[in-house]
């Protein structure tokens, strides 16, 4: 019993104590001098991969019959892409469905108009050069639906590195100009983070194409452009007289 009171005016000795030394920490904080900036670097790229996605969408009496002649012109297209040196590994199915159509008029219910039957996949092609012949001999082979292209970079790692590079380059003159301007010289980096980055390019919608069947014609003419990566950094400074 009588070791409480002792244990609770040893924590009443120790809070002063506490206090003090985070009341210290607080206020030698407050008293240097910091600069708080951001910067960004960004690096441009030409593309090295596309996807595309491409699908078949067909309309039928029945669903049965919807899906049966989706199935057959849907594996003439994969056929195709793999022939045209596509791997199994870059195409995937992103969509699939059956659904009933109706017609509708005025004052009237809703009349069954059949049924439709839609199939997509998602390809990645790797060699843009023959990119455009892709998409020509899909539609050939009996797609009707392309619905949108994306271009990315296979390896971004060395965009990002040199963005970074650009980006704490352009934060470390930004410094040294303000600590000049003001008469101080930096002390040292407080903190560093960084946001941004590549980000895989969301497909373009409606990407609309010809098939063009004529021999020795021009295929599809589709342009990569360039890709900018950017990396945004934002550091704190210690500045000293």
Known sequence: MTLRPLAFALAL????????TAAHAQDASFRATTLNLSAFGETAARPD???ITTGVQVKAPTAAEAMRQNAERMSAVVATLKARGVAERDIQTSGLNLSPQYVYEQNKPPRPDGYQASNQVTVTVRDLTRLG?????????????INGVAFGLSAPGPVEDASRRAAVAALTAKANLY?????????RLISLSESGGYTPQPPQP??????????????????????????DVQAAYELVK
């Open 13 to 20: 000795a120790a809070a002063p104590m506490a206090l003090s």
């Open 49 to 51: 991969i596309a996807s």
């Open 133 to 145: 012949q892709a998409v020509d001999a899909v539609v050939a082979a009996g797609a009707n639906e």
């Open 179 to 187: 600590a000049q301007a003001a008469g101080y010289k930096i002390a």
């Open 206 to 231: 409606k990407f609309m194409v010809r098939a063009m069947m004529a021999d020795g014609a021009e295929s599809t003419p589709v342009q990569g452009g360039e890709l900018k990566v950017r990396i």
